[in-house]
């Protein structure tokens, strides 16, 4: 399934969803020449968030990826009782998660985060330091696999300022 990450953002962000853009995403958009399949972000876990969450995932026929293809969908419940997500959407794949790996929630993630202007969103992302950080703190091999190229990109990008 093609992903549509500005689709996914526009639900999001037309929902009022209080979130921050991290992972593969965060760092394309801060300029590393990476691929990545899906979108993640880090979501502020308030009641009245998650249910503006919620609504949003409904609206793009969010479902929780699951291997026998049951149709499980997400719901404010398992939103609030989960800390990873990993949903398909008709905007393709979203992992919706309370924390990232260095054990970041929503405001430590904001924290570390720049606003990025995406056509008509503003979004914040996680800025590419915090990214890399956010990496090495997963430690999975695919995560591995990116430092160099996200490491590199940053080494460019100071030499530039």
């Given amino acids: 399934m093609p992903v549509s990450f500005l689709a996914l953002l526009r639900s999001l962000h037309g929902h009022n969803v209080e979130f921050v853009v991290v992972g593969g995403v965060a760092a394309l958009i801060e300029g590393a020449p990476i691929t990545t ?10 009641p009245e968030n998650i249910s503006r969450l919620a609504r949003a995932l ?10 026998a293809r049951r149709r499980v969908l997400p719901s404010p419940r ?12 008709t905007a393709g794949l979203l992992d919706a998660m309370q924390e990232i790996g260095a054990g970041w929630g929503y405001e430590d993630a904001a924290e570390r985060s720049v606003r990025r202007s995406l056509g008509a969103l503003e979004v914040l992302v996680l800025e590419l330091p915090a990214v890399i950080e956010s990496k090495v703190a997963a430690n999975r091999e695919k995560d591995r696999a990116m430092l160099p190229v996200l490491r590199a990109t940053l080494d460019e990008l100071r030499k530039r300022s």
Avoid: G, H
């Fill in 37 to 46: 399949l899906d979108l993640d972000i880090v979501y502020r876990p308030s």
């Fill in 58 to 67: 409904e609206t793009l026929d969010a479902r929780y990826r699951d291997p």
């Fill in 78 to 89: 398992t939103l609030s009782e989960n800390r990873e997500n990993l949903l398909e959407t």
